[in-house]
């Protein structure tokens, strides 16, 4: 098994860093500050993530995903939001039964992505983190926007095989990743089936994922400051170190893996240990994988169904 060591980015940290994404339209490097509400960009250096810019796109921002007309899609708050390419934030629809208070025991989205032909997947968590609060809608290429699966506890990292026939979706609160078969002609998925059971892993639970160019799952652990590389059957192939304590997600740009953590629920002794938490690391694990799939549909007009 191969093993790995990841080195903190000059970017500056996020509270609580997610989402990290390959926007091969504006060759930028884009993730979430989800408790701050911001969306960040950066360029890559080397293996380095130098600043660009950032943008508040809500209350809270879950992740970003490229618009194919321009600028981003967001999952923020409770429902989606256009992010301009410079940075005016417009909310384009606000999910029936998402959103709220964390006081009033609300729920927020919290990742997702597209798939090839540009539908948005989008997945919400309660902020208390209760069980069977969770989703996971889909905004498609039409306009419309409806549920897809319900009953899920901490919706997280998503993803595609390269032949688009299998979608990977995690569930930090059930500590599980899925694999579902998947239709591409029409954005419908099957039963869900456990590929991965974190449930009696010292080492932390699945958070965010990608999928790289040979077909293999990139898989955060939240608690564990690790990323592991699994093989589409399941098999443990590699392991990143990263320290940081909440390893939040990953993604490529090329053949380097971003990393992006939090310090969220730290305290401070456990902040003084880990000097580089919040920041975003990098490692170059020999393999490549694809830019962010945009989205490609429209932009107003959107309904629930």
Aim: aromatic share 6%; charged share 25%.
């Amino acid at each position: 098994m191969k093993r790995l060591t990841a080195t903190p980015a000059t970017s500056a940290p996020a509270e609580h860093g997610e989402g990290p994404i390959w926007d091969a339209a504006t060759a930028e490097l884009v993730w979430v500050d989800i408790t701050a509400g911001l969306v960040r960009r950066g360029r890559v250096d080397g293996d380095d993530v130098v600043d660009v810019a950032q943008h508040r796109g809500g209350g809270t921002v879950g992740f970003v995903v490229p618009v194919e007309a321009g600028g981003w899609l967001l999952g923020a708050d409770g429902g989606i939001t256009r992010l301009s390419a410079d940075g005016e934030a417009d909310v384009l629809v606000e999910l029936a039964g998402e959103g709220g208070s964390a006081e009033a025991g609300g729920t927020r989205m919290n990742d997702g992505g597209c798939d090839r032909a540009g539908r948005f997947f989008g997945g919400t968590m309660a902020f208390d983190e209760r069980p069977g609060a969770g989703s996971l809608h889909r905004l498609d290429l039409d306009g419309t926007v409806r549920t897809v699966l319900d009953g899920l506890t901490v919706s997280n990292g998503l993803g595609w095989s390269p032949d688009d026939r299998t979608m990977y979706l995690s569930d930090s609160g059930a500590k599980q990743v899925w694999a579902l078969d998947y239709d591409p002609a029409t954005g419908t998925s099957g039963q869900r089936r456990v590929l991965l059971d974190f449930t009696d892993d010292p080492d932390g639970v699945a958070d965010g994922l990608t999928v790289d160019d040979e077909g293999c799952l990139w898989t955060a652990l939240w608690g564990g400051g690790q990323v592991r590389r699994y093989s589409p059957d399941g098999d443990l192939l590699a392991v990143v170190e990263v320290p940081a304590e909440n390893t939040t997600s990953c993604a490529f740009a090329g053949d380097l893996l971003v990393i992006s953590t939090s310090v969220h629920g730290m305290d401070d002794a456990a902040r003084a240990a880990r000097p580089d938490a919040g920041k975003l690391f990098t490692v170059r694990p020999g393999v490549s994988g694809p830019p962010a799939n945009p989205y490609r549909g429209p932009l107003t007009a959107l309904r629930e169904t």
